[in-house]
């Protein structure tokens, strides 16, 4: 059962690209970003405690690709978004 004070979490799959903008997402740490950030999801999903409407993704920069830098993790960004913020960012 969804709350009405709650946005459900969009379906995002992975490997779509995600342009959040200052305000929309957060550290683990709950601080508000303050900057754009652009990324590649791996996951999504978790409801962040402390920050109702608020969902975890975890993903990849897009520098993760060069060859250059190859990033052998899983993901290597974890953020908080905000459902609505989420949603928007999936459809632009």
Known sequence: MVTPDVPETPQVPAD????????EWATHLGQLGT???DLRTVDVGGQSE???????????TPE????SVACARDW??????????LYDAANR
């Open 16 to 23: 779509t690209r995600l342009s959040l903008r200052a305000g």
């Open 76 to 85: 290597c960004v974890k953020v908080a978004v905000r459902a609505e913020a």
């Open 64 to 67: 993760c690709r060069w060859e």
């Open 50 to 60: 402390g920050l109702d409407g608020w969902v975890w993704v975890r993903a990849h």
């Open 35 to 37: 900057v754009y950030l």
